[in-house]
Every structure is written in structure tokens, then in C-alpha cells.
């Protein structure tokens, strides 16, 4: 059974970079069949997708956070990270990792992880 | 920042039957992307419930149904149960914004 993990830390200040790691475990994230990404979800609010990556490295972020988001994978450790750079209070939210195929659905979908900005 | 809207909320007594729709555009649902749908229990992340329109991942009760129809698309619950009481969103994917997935506004259904 796919299991996906969120680690990182909860309290991130404004202006500084969030950081997450998604640990996979089930199966192999060099599958040629999905992709790995992060989707978010401020308290109270609506999901929204962040990014996603291929295990050759290959990127699809969202428009409306611009530049903001890098992703990486590491293969050897079946893990995949996101980075979300200058942070301000409307970045706080749930932040989940989750399998998808192309342009299609979230099959699975971490427990989520709660970050928080402020100072 | 949602570009499929759906209604706030709905309600409806145990074993009614209940709908929200997901309206989209051309460059996502119109366009022929698939329209697939999630259940959220308070507390929990989101779970498939509906994926390609109108297929049901396994275990999924058959209460649970889904369609499409132009820019629209519609998430059906028959026999309500309390257990369905929950936040659903549909979710697609948009042409124009550089191979985006998105998702509904969200809708939370209510059991009377």
C-alpha cells in the first residue's frame, strides 16, 4: 500500500523559505506512470494545487505563485521536496504531498503537515 | 484563486438524494479534460471519490456518482447517509495555465 509522509518544520517566519519533504514508501517514485506534488489548503479554506514533478526532474508549477516554488526529487531515497521562498502569513496552510497521473487524479494523498508563518 | 465553481452547500435528509455541480470553462472541463471529485472529513486530507468523470475507485459505495456535460459536471449522492456529511471538491486540469490541475471552490454537504 502507497503511503506518502510530510515532514518539515511547522513555524516558518515571513520572508524566509518554507521547506518540505515527502517521503514515499510503497512504491518507487522513479514510476514512469505518475507524478509527485504538493497542494495546500488555508485553514478554513479550498484545496490548491502547488506544483508537481517527474522522476527525471521535470517541473509544472502553479502560475499564481510565480517563481516562488522550486521541487526536487532524490530517487535514492524515494523523496520528493518543495520549496516555497519569501513567505508571508497567507502562505500558512496544510500542506499535502500527493501522487497524480498526468492531467488527471490525486490518487493518494499524505496526512498533511500544518505550517505556520510568523514571526 | 479557483477557476471551477461550485455551490457553497447543499443539504438533505438521510436517504435523499443529493447533487453539486462543478462548472469549469473552455480551457479545462470544456475543453475535454476529465472532471474527478474528493471527499473531505473534517480533520483529514482528501480522499478520490470519483476519478475520469464517473469511475469509483475501490471501495467506494455505488451511492457515488459522477457526470459531465460541457463545461459542467456533476457529483450525485443517492441514499444520504450521515457519514457523507463532509467537504467535496471536484478537480480538473486547465490548458491555459501552463499544466495546471484545479480544483472546485468546495462544497460542504450537510445531513439534516
Known amino acids: 500500500q502507497l503511503q506518502l509522509q510530510e515532514s518539515g518544520p511547522g513555524l516558518v517566519k515571513p520572508s524566509e523559505t518554507l521547506s518540505l519533504t515527502c517521503s514515499v514508501s510503497g512504491d518507487s517514485i522513479s514510476s514512469s506512470s505518475y507524478y509527485w506534488g504538493w497542494i495546500r489548503q488555508p485553514p478554513g479554506k479550498g484545496l490548491e494545487w502547488i506544483a508537481n514533478i517527474y522522476y527525471s526532474g521535470t517541473t509544472y508549477n502553479n502560475p499564481s505563485l510565480k517563481s516562488r516554488v522550486t521541487m526536487s526529487v532524490d530517487t535514492s531515497k524515494n523523496q520528493f521536496s518543495l520549496k516555497l521562498s519569501s513567505v508571508t502569513a497567507a502562505d500558512t496552510a496544510v500542506y499535502y504531498c500527493a501522487r497524480s497521473g498526468y492531467a488527471s487524479s490525486v490518487d493518494y494523498w499524505g496526512q498533511g503537515t500544518l505550517v505556520t508563518v510568523s514571526s | 484563486q479557483s477557476v471551477l465553481t461550485q455551490p457553497p452547500s447543499v443539504s438533505g435528509a438521510p436517504g435523499q438524494r443529493v447533487t453539486i455541480s462543478c462548472t469549469g470553462s473552455s480551457s479545462n472541463i470544456g475543453a475535454g479534460y476529465d472532471v474527478h471529485w474528493y471527499q473531505q472529513l473534517p480533520g483529514t486530507a482528501p480522499k478520490l471519490l470519483i476519478y475520469?468523470?464517473?469511475n469509483r475507485p475501490s471501495g467506494v459505495p455505488d451511492r457515488f456518482s459522477g457526470s459531465k456535460s460541457g463545461t459542467s459536471a456533476s457529483l450525485a449522492i443517492t441514499g444520504l447517509q450521515a457519514e457523507d456529511e463532509a467537504d467535496y471538491y471536484c478537480q480538473s486540469y486547465d490548458s491555459s495555465l501552463s499544466g495546471s490541475y484545479v480544483f472546485g471552490t468546495g462544497t460542504k454537504v450537510t445531513v439534516l
Open positions: 475520469h468523470n464517473n
